[in-house]
């Protein structure tokens, strides 16, 4: 399959014509519990996993981003059940991450739904990572404070503790696992016909996921692309990239996208 592409067609049977182990990253958000049905198409879930499992390189990542539906005040779950049916056929299960988000309150008996998963599963050890780095609060601190009041038994503590060498804090770290994004129209995309698309994904996030996981030159699949966010940060950190849905208006959405990413890198 040609990369660099946005393809129209069924999911499940578009995968079928991908290689086995030609992809190197794989980021996207299926559709949620009662939105099975997308465009006309029911969502696959199992068989969707499995050609994943075929197309992925040995170390290649899945970044799977998904949410449960509420139906008569209650979470349904889904979203365990796909992360463990993927460990079931073979993926680890890397990392459990959040996605938080903005959220507008609502009228319910519940706390508000701040976040999604992210779960990010691997065919045997992830071959990259290119860790986000994040300033520290107190570079060049001490890493251990002391105290100014002790009993007996601390003082003795204390001069032990106080022969140990103290490192000074670096001025950055790893980024923890909880990833927070505005969302909406002023902070998701500046493509404004993105939001056509009734469920797209900040594209910081999908460059986060982009930069973490791969190197310039892989292969970045979305199998269920919509408006083109994963394929359109691809493109722009000089990822190939494959991108496929059911419907034509959204295909369109995502190849426009990825032109005008591509034409103002040129310019």
Same mark, same amino acid.
């Given at each position: 399959?040609? +990369?660099?592409?946005? $393809? ?47 197309? *992925? ?5 899945? *970044?799977? *981003? ?27 299960l890397h990392d459990t991450m959040i996605y938080q988000k903005n959220s507008l309150p609502k009228n319910h008996r519940r706390y508000e739904q701040d976040f999604e998963y992210m779960f990010i599963l691997s065919k045997g050890k992830p071959k990259t990572f290119n860790p986000i780095k994040v300033k ?15 009993? +007996? ?11 140990? &060498? ?7 770290? $790893?980024?923890?696992?909880?990833? &927070? ?34 190197? +310039?030159?892989? *292969? ?32 369109? $959405?995502?190849?426009?996208? $990825? ?9």
């Open positions: 399959m040609k +990369e660099n592409n946005i $393809i129209c067609g069924n999911c499940v049977g578009a995968l079928k014509e991908i290689p086995d182990e030609s992809i190197d990253l794989v980021v996207t958000s299926p559709p949620y519990d009662k939105l099975r049905k997308y465009k006309g198409y029911e969502f696959d879930f199992e068989e969707i996993a499995q050609q994943l499992l075929r197309v *992925v390189k040995k170390g290649g990542v899945v *970044v799977w *981003v998904v949410g449960d539906a509420t139906v008569r005040g209650s979470e349904t779950g889904s979203s365990f059940r796909q992360a463990l049916h993927f460990k079931d056929i073979g993926f680890n520290c609060k107190f570079p060049e601190k001490p890493t251990a404070r002391q105290n100014s009041y002790f009993s +007996e038994t601390d003082e003795i503590n204390r001069s032990a503790r106080s022969k140990k &060498k103290r490192y000074p804090v670096k001025e950055y770290k $790893i980024k923890g696992n909880i990833w &927070k994004y505005l969302v909406g129209k002023n902070h998701s995309t500046k493509d404004k016909d993105a939001f056509k698309h009734p469920a797209i994904f900040p594209e910081r996030l999908a460059e986060d996921h982009i930069l973490s996981w791969s190197n +310039e030159g892989d *292969v970045v699949l979305d199998p269920m692309c919509g408006s083109g966010t994963t394929c359109k940060m691809a493109a722009k950190n000089n990822r190939a990239y494959i991108g496929i849905d059911v419907s034509e208006e959204y295909c369109a $959405i995502a190849r426009e996208r $990825i032109r005008r990413i591509i034409y103002e890198q040129e310019q």
